[in-house]
């Protein structure tokens, strides 16, 4: 099945590559300019880009809650304020549990792991505009084979690509931050770095900011990175993420070099 679907997905690349060189041709031909594909300086207030509407959220099993439930938290508070749809994916629609599948990742035998209920399938692959990828337990699984196929499967077409905690370490895994620079959980940090020995690795760093990919440090930056995220990509972000920060009583951690972990884990500061 998959390889039919592979190429099918091939034929229908090559065909859009195809379209848009025509389209590029003719609107030379016709003398216009076409539209960039990514706009650079603007303005205060003005938005270069449209502002992203379709989020999924990868779940794997044995996900860190808060790294799905945070960031989701943030924009489900967006979400009263401007139109956006919610995509929950896994590799079934069969409820996802964060309990880890080897034993000895869970050594007392604890009952403690909620399951969340998935939207749509890798293989379904909707169309969304934003993929965030948690980390947890799930980020030293030796069975990310479908997480991973379909990262590099959407990547491309993604506005934005968001990584929380050690889910940097899977998308490292997937090769889609190679030459970007990323930062991960300062606890996990050699671990994760060491998934992606071409990744530009930043610490200090609360969260980075590279073009499409943002990425961020332990768990709770998950929220500080939604936050920055609803001000610089919403009309009016600033006073809505403020808003929706004093309804959830948080702290907005502002500055994303504001990062104490990094010390207090010894991760050497990068360039
Ligand atoms: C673990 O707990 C479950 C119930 O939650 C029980 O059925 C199972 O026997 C326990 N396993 C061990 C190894 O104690
Ligand atoms: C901006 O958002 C804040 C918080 O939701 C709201 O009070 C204010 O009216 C908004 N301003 C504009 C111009 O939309």
Partial sequence: MIPTVVNVRLFFKSLTVLLFSLSLVTSSVAGTIPPRAESQGHGKGELPEPSPRRFGFLLPRAFDPIDIIGPLDVLQ?????????????????????????????????????????????????????????????????????????????????????????????????????DGHRATTNKAAWKDITAMGPKVKWVSPARWVEDGKVWSSSGVTSGIDLAFEFVKKKYDNGTAIANFIAGNMEHVIVSDWREDPFADQFDVPPSN
Avoid: W
């Fill in 77 to 177: 508070a967006l979400s009263r304020q401007t139109h956006l749809e919610l995509v929950l994916l896994a590799r079934t629609l069969e409820p996802v549990t964060t309990e880890p599948v080897s034993p000895a990742m869970n050594r007392f035998n604890s009952s403690f792991f909620p399951k969340f209920v998935p939207t749509h399938t890798y293989a379904d692959n909707p169309p969304i505009d934003v993929l965030v990828v948690p980390g947890g337990p799930v980020s030293r699984s030796p069975d990310l084979e479908p997480e991973i196929a379909y990262i590099k499967e959407v990547f491309p077409s993604l506005q934005y690509f968001v990584t929380i905690c050690t889910g940097t370490g899977i998308a490292a895994q997937a090769g889609v931050l």
